[in-house]
């Protein structure tokens, strides 16, 4: 599979945690991702510097605010030469459509709506007053985000195959919530094991709703977003270059 395909996510409180860890990796990783954690330490300066050196950012930046305010923010990710950037689909058609309006002006840009966070549960969503389960609140926002234009959607391993085909082949289906089975073994190695489905919970790294990167290639997941199974690993390159190989 194409390395732009496994997203790494810099999930660092200091630029040079996050600077030496991209220096480790080298060309076996194509793509980060930048959350609000190391956007606020760093500065958007990082996400310059990554591009610069030729890899995709997906900035997830989760924009949930007034369209006005949204578009804002989609047209500053697109000047920092971002790949993706997210929108919450949960702020309703309004939003995703100025997103992706804005985004128009530039052309290697695309819009992902996040659907329902990886971490929530059906509790979770009851709990804000939604009576849907994630499988049918996350396919219900779906549908909105393309309605709305929106290049793709963010969601779960475990909801990649409902996604495809109701999406179709051409809307990108990003899942983070997917890590290693039993995590990576020193020297970057992995146990023998199974290489699909869900995960223990001890092994989902707070993620509610998980699964392994192959699992969800194979269900029709575009990209996956992988962390700490590979920034955490002893050789994060023999990791990532095991979850490009297939397994």
Do not use: N
Request: net charge negative.
């Amino acid at each position: 599979m194409d390395s732009r395909q496994v997203i790494v996510a810099l999930d660092f409180d200091d630029r040079r945690a996050a600077e030496a860890l991209v220096r480790r990796l080298g060309g076996a990783c194509g793509a980060y991702k930048v959350g609000l954690e190391l956007l606020t330490a760093a500065g958007p300066d990082l996400v310059r510097e990554l591009v610069g050196q030729g890899h995709e950012v997906f900035l997830d930046l989760k924009l949930f605010e007034i369209p006005h305010s949204v578009a804002g923010a989609v047209r500053a990710a697109g000047a920092l030469g971002a790949s993706m950037v997210t929108v919450h689909s949960m702020g309703g058609t309004g939003i995703m459509a100025a997103a992706v309006e804005a985004a128009r002006d530039f052309p290697g840009l695309r819009v992902l709506a996040l659907t329902v966070v990886t971490s929530m549960t059906g509790s979770d969503l009851a709990d804000i007053g939604i009576a849907a389960g994630p499988d049918e609140q996350v396919l219900r926002l779906a549908r909105l985000a393309a309605e709305a234009g929106c290049d793709g959607v963010i969601a779960s391993p475990l909801e990649a195959g409902r996604l495809r085909a109701l999406l179709g082949p051409e809307h990108l289906i990003v899942t983070p919530g997917v890590t290693l089975p039993d995590g990576a073994l020193p020297g970057g190695t992995l146990p023998d094991g199974p290489r699909g489905g869900a995960l223990r919970g001890g092994e989902a790294g707070g993620h509610a709703r998980a699964g392994t990167p192959w699992a969800a290639f194979a269900a029709g997941a575009s990209h996956v977003v992988v962390g700490r199974s590979v920034t955490r690993a002893t050789d994060p390159v023999a990791a990532l270059r095991r979850i490009t190989a297939g397994g």
